[in-house]
């Protein structure tokens, strides 16, 4: 039931692009998209519902493909402060809510 | 609004020991959950409530695990006795629902130690 997501590490240089992937077993209603920082509590990023929809913060954007039961995180232009660990969080039928299992992201000058 | 509070940042407790973890939830919010984090298990959702009510408990690990949310202000989350295998990070988390912009707010958590 906790969504998988892909990769589950992965280092970056400032500027380069990166696609984080997050899959589920189950039908989803909606996904969320987290970034947490070492020490620190899960930051919310965004969310998106259902109808496919594509979301944009910054150079930070995401789509859900709920056929699929798949979200993608996009990061395009990498900055040193996205370096984190990012989670997908994704709400089921039966109001059930599961957190994926992260990717570590690390960004160097 | 301050966010949503935790407190103790640390607690350090001897095994066998009560540990009580506390959480002021964001003003409004209708939804207040404890998730517990390890670097094996991830994030792992304890309980919820809603409105004050536990909806869902199923996560809470075993009877030494009890929650209560006694107003729409404060939860605790308290654990008796501890276990070494307790030690994790707890995040309390609130959330307005039907804000589906909004997502889950955490607290800053409360990294336990049981020695």
């Known amino acids: 039931q906790q969504p998988v997501q892909s990769p589950q590490a992965v280092i970056l240089r400032e500027g380069e692009d990166a696609v984080i992937n997050c899959s589920s077993s189950k039908a989803l209603y909606s996904v969320h998209w987290y970034r947490q920082k070492h020490g620190e509590a899960p930051v919310f990023l965004m969310i998106?519902?259902?109808?496919?929809e594509q979301k944009g913060h910054e150079k930070i954007s995401a789509s859900f493909n709920e056929k699929k039961q798949q979200s993608s995180l996009y990061l395009t232009a990498s900055q040193l402060s996205y370096s984190g660990t990012y989670f997908c969080g994704t709400e089921v039928p039966g109001n059930q809510f599961y957190f994926g299992t992260g990717t570590s992201l690390t960004v160097i000058p | 609004d301050a966010g949503v509070i935790q407190s103790p940042r640390h607690e350090v407790t001897e095994m066998g020991q009560e540990v009580t973890l506390r959480c002021k939830p964001i003003s409004g919010h209708d939804y207040l959950f404890w998730y517990r984090q390890t670097m094996m298990r991830g994030l792992e959702l304890l309980i919820y409530?809603?409105?004050?009510?536990?909806?869902?408990d199923s996560g809470m690990p075993e009877d030494r695990f009890s929650a209560k949310m006694p107003n729409a202000s404060f939860s605790t989350l308290k654990i008796q006795p501890s276990e070494p295998r307790d030690s994790a990070v707890y995040f309390c988390a609130s959330s307005l629902m039907g804000a589906q912009a909004e997502g889950y707010t955490f607290g800053s958590g409360t990294r336990l130690t049981v020695v």
């Open positions: 998106l519902l259902k109808g496919g």
């Open positions: 409530f809603n409105n004050n009510v536990p909806i869902d």
